[in-house]
Structure formats: structure tokens, C-alpha cells
């Protein structure tokens, strides 16, 4: 990636600049001094102010390439921190989530003490079942109150878990629960999407067919279904909880060394299996609590919703560990954000009082596409603040989320991590940072991160490269699971001493950091690089466009050529005047050079069912092949018909 290799379009970008309001309340959480402060001095206050140590830690860290270790000597237990202390400290009747069901009227208030409790009563049948210290459990659930209480449960007994994402099939689940070797699966019988359920119990029974080594299966019901049970291996969970003591006492929290492994979660991967992803105790929960403490502004009274799946790392650190940790009241929506209707979010925001939100681009650009109307039925008064993760989100969805759903108030804090990282690592603070629409500025206190060309030489103000890291941080990954030389070769062997994040970016005269996507999304036209995310950005500033989707295909004479998936507003069909008219649009914004040789209009872009558009799939379009797996589509009919409409507008050209 050379430099410049990003011509972003200033006006849209740069000239756009939002000042954090004066009146912020942010600024009791985030005071300039934080960006001031050694970083030593920085997260070792962080750790004693946010963790309860069963023994204090003796060192602050250990660096030895491409390994890091935090906290060394310090015992804690993350159930602990997330549930008892807080009971312990008298606000056991503090709501820790507000849960919704995707039926109508399915709804369940939680405080801390009844988390505590079902949480203990838990963990005691899993202890009857043998599960112990070290013991590896797979889950594999949907977003139930149930899914963190096992989480929990596995957490107090020094359990390590890894979560599966339950849009999965059955050959992902069996995969990764023979990479980690589980014993255990938990599960439950099913789950609704968009009115439907998802048949949780009956995938796994098929990968437990392919996954000897898992001896029993606890079910939790949730749909009330008909499901097989096999004699000997599964087990009700409502029946091996019944008649266990609630009691912390009878199950105290294990204590656990703080580099002892937490939970491994794998990120997928297009030709190789997926990583097992380390992350361990201690430094990955001062990691969380610490930036969910800052970044989100949280108040002891705040209602906080992040709009992600627990099966995803953004669940793990900033539904689960990070808010619990923090003693911080969150919601749970099971469902999907247009079910039974497309305000169905806006209603569960008006009806607790939600103060923060997180979600992602993809989500907004949906909500774009609906239009603001099903949002202005709802009263969202008590937003303050909105947040954006998983992608870079376009600028113009950036301002759309302003103005609509934060009411032109709302600071946004647009977040750059990955599963890898375990924590935010680039974001603005509320009440310090000056944001513009697209840019994630700032790193976060401490985070070393720079954007360096081929040689790994830092790159200019304006100049593309590749995103590294060049010091460690708290809840970073302690490897890949059994495979220390893939670990070496995916992140550490590019760049001497830099931990390569695979994205590409830029830094502009500010020092902001604008994030571009992944380095493999960038395209080479004629020589020319160009991100996926520029192009897309430029299509998704057109009036008429709701969402937009880039990849490259094979072109014999440039090398790659730009194909563009176009979602219009309000439903409306593509023409080819209208595929001239964006074609141009791109070449004003961007130039000739990223002007798309083809576009595909469709109605629907192919989503997972946490709402990221799976690229790979359309570039398999694109290029004709056969496509990969299609299992974890929110609508698996989605792409056969961008295939066929691919197929027709082809044939048309020709």
C-alpha cells in the first residue's frame, strides 16, 4: 500500500468537524488530563480502581515478543467482579439487564442479586456435572438472559468458555469445539428470529455427531420446542438447576491467576480454519472496564444498549464483561431490529430510557434505508450518546445517526477494535474529542498505534498504509490457540516488532486516524489503489442510494475492476440511467479511476445475522465461482438473487 493511496473526499470528510459540546456531562468521566498521564502510572490506577484483587498483582507487565503479560501475581475471579462485589456493596437490587424477547410482550427485569443468584445455582449444576477449574465448555446460544449467566457460571468456576456466535451451522460449532477440545456444550432448545426459531438444539445434536470429545450437552428451553434427547449425554438445564442452593457460599469464585485463560473466540477465516483467539483474565477485564468506563460516558444511573450479539467479541467486552464489570444497567434484545416492525429498536430505546447506544454502520445504513420516520414515532429524548463499531462506518451514515436518531446532540464515538484486541483501541472521548463524520481520531490513552507504508516506515499526514500497533495493551491476545507459528505469521512477521492489525488507514494533518477497511478490501485499478470503503462511502453520499457494497473483480487490462452492490431508497428498481448517473457521482467524489465498471442494483444486500455484510459472497459473484458458505446469512435468498440479477445485467452488457 503506497502513500496517498486514499484520495477521501474532503468536503464530505474533512470540512465536517463537530466540537464536543460544551454542556457534555462526559466531562466528569474524561478529563484532558487522561492523554496526559505515563502509561504505567495509567493502567496500574486503572487496574486498582476498577478490579477487586483477591491478591494484588507485583508487576505491572512483561513484554517479551511477541508476548505480553499483565498483572503478574494478581488472583481475581471475573464473576466476582462482575456480580458478587456488587451485591456485596449493597446494590444488589440495581438492574443489570432489562431483557426483551423478539415476541412482543416477552420482557424480564434482572438485578444484580437475582443475576447472582441464578448465576450460583448455575454453576453448582454445572459442578454436579463435573465441569471445574481448567474444564473447557463450548455455548452456543441465542441472546437470552441465560447465554451471560453461563458465561458467568463458567467464569466463577475457572471454566474457560468460547462463545458460538448461534447463526452458525453446525459444521462451525463442531469445528471449534474440537479445536478446544470441550467437554461440555451448552445450549438451549431454540431461539426466534424474525418470527421464526432457530433450531439451536437439533444444529447442535449434529455437531456433536462430528465432536466426540463433548461427554454431555445442557439445554436451556426457550421456545418450548420438541426436542430429541439423547440418554446418557444431554440434559435439561431448568432440571440439573432445581434444588441447587443459591447461596455464593456453596459455590464460592475460583480464584484465578491473572493470566489464566478466560475464553478463546474464533474469528472466521476465508481459506484457513478459524483462530482460536486467547484471551485471558486479568488484563482483558481492566481493558474493558476501563475503556467502557471512558468512551461511554457511563453514569451510575445510565441505561446502556449495545445493539451487538454476545456470540461476537463486541458482546463479550461491551455487553458482558465490560458493563458488569462497571455495575452499569444494560438491555438485551433477542431479535432483529425491523421485527414485528421496523421501529421496533426506537420503542425498547423510549420504553427504558436508554442513554447510550452502540451498534453498528450496517444497522444505521438499514434504518437510513426505512427512513427517519419509524424513528420519529418514539421519543428518544434520553439518548446522549451513540457509538459505532465493527466497520468504518461512510460519513453520510455518520450524519444520518446524528441527526436522526441523536437528535443533532449526541456526541458519537465512532470505535475501532477487533477481536484480536479485545478492547477499543482508537476512539474519540466524549466532552474532549472534535469528531468528523467518518474518523475514529484518536488512539486511546496509551495505544500506540501508527499507519507505516511497505518498508514499515511511518507514513505522513495523508499518506495510506497499513495500521500497526507498536506497544502492548491490557486485554490483547495471548496468541492462537495451539498454533504459536500462525501467531507469529498473522500478525508479528510483516513488521519487526509491530503488531499488524490487517487494516488499512490513513492519519490526516490532525492526527486522526481514518480506517479503510481491510487491507485485502483494497483494490488495485491500473496501479491504482483504492479502498472498498472510499468507493462505498462515495455511492452512499448520492441522494437516492441506501446502501452500497464494493468489491473487485479480475480485469485482464486493469488487474481488478470496480463492481458495486446498490441498495436504492424506498425500493426503488436500478436502470441504466441511473447506473451512468452514479458512475459519475463516484468519479467526481474519488475521481475516473474509482468510477465502478459495473454496478448490481438489488433490494437487499447479504447480511449476517449481526448485520455485516458478507463481502466474500458478492465478490464470489463477482467473479463467477461458486459461493462459500452461506449458513450465517440472516436470508440465504438474498445472494442467489444478486447472483441472478449479476447473471442478467451481464448478459445485458454483453
Not at 39 to 64: G, N, Q, S, V
Not at 432 to 442: D, H
Not at 447 to 464: I, S
Request: proline share 6%.
Amino acid at each position: 500500500m503506497t502513500e496517498g493511496a486514499y484520495a477521501i473526499d474532503a468536503l464530505l470528510l474533512e470540512e465536517r468537524r463537530y466540537p464536543p459540546p460544551a454542556d457534555f456531562a462526559g466531562q466528569s468521566n474524561a478529563q484532558p488530563s487522561i492523554y496526559e498521564r505515563d502509561f504505567d502510572e495509567f493502567w496500574e490506577a486503572e487496574a486498582r480502581e476498577r478490579i477487586t484483587w483477591f491478591d494484588p498483582f507485583t508487576k505491572l507487565y512483561e513484554w517479551e515478543l511477541p508476548y505480553a503479560r499483565w498483572y503478574l501475581g494478581g488472583k481475581l475471579n471475573v464473576c466476582f467482579n462482575c456480580v458478587d462485589r456488587h451485591v456485596e456493596a449493597g446494590i444488589g437490587d440495581k438492574i443489570a439487564y432489562h431483557w426483551e424477547g423478539e415476541p412482543e410482550g416477552e420482557r424480564r427485569t434482572i438485578t444484580f442479586a437475582d443475576l447472582q443468584r441464578e448465576v450460583v445455582r448455575f454453576a453448582n449444576a454445572l459442578k454436579e456435572l463435573g465441569v471445574g477449574k481448567g474444564t473447557p465448555v463450548g455455548i452456543y446460544m441465542g441472546m437470552i438472559p441465560e447465554l451471560p449467566v453461563s458465561m458467568l457460571a463458567c467464569a466463577r468456576l475457572g471454566a474457560p468458555h468460547t462463545v458460538v456466535f448461534g447463526g452458525f451451522s453446525a459444521d462451525s460449532l463442531s469445528d471449534r469445539l474440537n479445536d478446544m477440545e470441550c467437554e461440555v456444550l451448552i445450549t438451549q432448545d431454540a431461539g426466534w428470529r424474525k418470527g421464526t426459531e432457530v433450531p439451536l438444539k437439533r444444529n447442535s445434536d449434529e455437531a456433536l455427531d462430528r465432536a466426540p470429545g463433548v461427554r454431555t450437552s445442557v439445554v436451556w428451553r426457550r421456545a418450548g420446542s420438541d426436542v430429541g434427547m439423547k440418554e446418557g449425554r444431554d440434559v435439561w438445564a431448568h432440571e440439573v438447576v432445581e434444588g441447587q442452593s443459591d447461596d455464593p457460599d456453596s459455590c464460592p469464585c475460583e480464584p484465578m491467576d491473572s493470566e489464566d485463560l478466560l475464553y478463546l473466540l474464533y474469528t472466521s477465516g476465508t481459506t484457513a480454519k478459524p483462530k482460536g483467539i486467547v484471551h485471558t483474565t486479568g488484563g482483558y477485564l481492566v481493558g474493558v472496564s476501563t475503556t467502557h468506563h471512558y468512551i461511554f460516558d457511563v453514569k451510575p444511573d445510565s441505561v446502556y444498549w449495545c445493539a451487538a450479539d454476545i456470540g461476537w467479541v463486541t458482546g463479550h467486552s461491551y455487553i458482558v464483561y465490560g458493563p458488569l464489570a462497571n455495575a452499569t444497567t444494560g438491555v438485551l434484545y433477542e431479535g432483529v431490529p425491523d421485527y414485528p416492525d421496523r421501529d421496533r429498536w426506537w420503542a425498547i430505546v423510549e420504553r427504558y430510557k436508554v442513554d447510550i447506544l452502540y451498534t453498528a454502520p450496517t444497522a444505521i445504513r438499514a434504518h437510513m434505508k426505512w427512513g427517519p420516520e419509524h424513528a420519529e414515532r418514539h421519543d428518544l429524548s434520553s439518548l446522549r450518546l451513540l457509538g459505532s463499531v465493527g466497520e468504518p462506518i461512510n460519513p453520510e451514515a455518520w450524519v444520518w445517526y446524528r441527526e436522526h436518531i441523536g437528535g443533532g446532540r449526541c456526541p458519537i464515538v465512532d470505535t475501532w477494535w477487533q477481536t484480536e484486541t479485545g478492547m477499543i483501541l482508537i476512539t474519540p472521548l466524549p466532552g474532549i474529542t472534535t469528531t468528523k463524520p467518518g474518523s475514529a481520531t484518536l488512539p486511546f490513552p496509551g495505544v500506540d498505534a501508527a499507519v507505516v507504508n511497505d518498508r514499515g516506515e511511518e507514513v505522513p499526514p495523508g499518506g495510506g498504509g497499513y495500521l500497526v500497533l507498536r506497544r502492548p495493551w491490557p486485554a490483547m491476545l495471548r496468541g492462537i490457540y495451539k498454533d504459536h507459528d500462525r501467531f507469529v505469521e498473522t500478525y508479528w512477521s510483516r513488521f519487526p516488532g509491530m503488531y499488524l492489525a490487517g487494516d488499512g488507514a490513513r492519519v490526516d494533518e490532525d492526527g486522526d486516524f481514518w480506517l479503510m477497511g481491510r487491507v485485502d478490501d483494497v483494490m488495485n485499478v491500473s496501479g491504482h489503489r483504492i479502498s472498498t470503503i472510499e468507493v462505498e462511502s462515495a455511492l452512499v453520499d448520492h441522494p437516492q442510494v441506501a446502501e452500497a457494497a464494493v468489491c473487485g473483480r479480475k480485469d485482464e487490462t486493469t488487474g481488478q475492476a470496480i463492481v458495486a452492490f446498490v441498495s436504492l431508497k424506498d425500493g426503488e428498481e436500478g436502470s441504466p440511467e441511473m447506473m451512468t448517473e452514479l458512475r459519475e457521482h463516484v468519479a467526481t467524489k474519488i475521481g475516473k479511476i474509482a468510477r465502478p465498471a459495473n454496478i448490481v442494483f438489488t433490494p437487499e444486500l447479504p447480511k449476517t445475522r449481526s448485520g455485516k455484510i458478507m463481502r466474500r459472497l458478492l465478490k464470489d459473484v463477482s467473479e463467477n465461482r461458486a459461493l462459500g458458505d452461506t449458513t450465517t446469512l440472516a436470508d440465504p435468498t438474498v445472494v442467489e438473487e444478486i447472483k441472478d440479477r449479476a447473471v442478467t445485467e451481464a448478459s445485458q452488457e454483453a
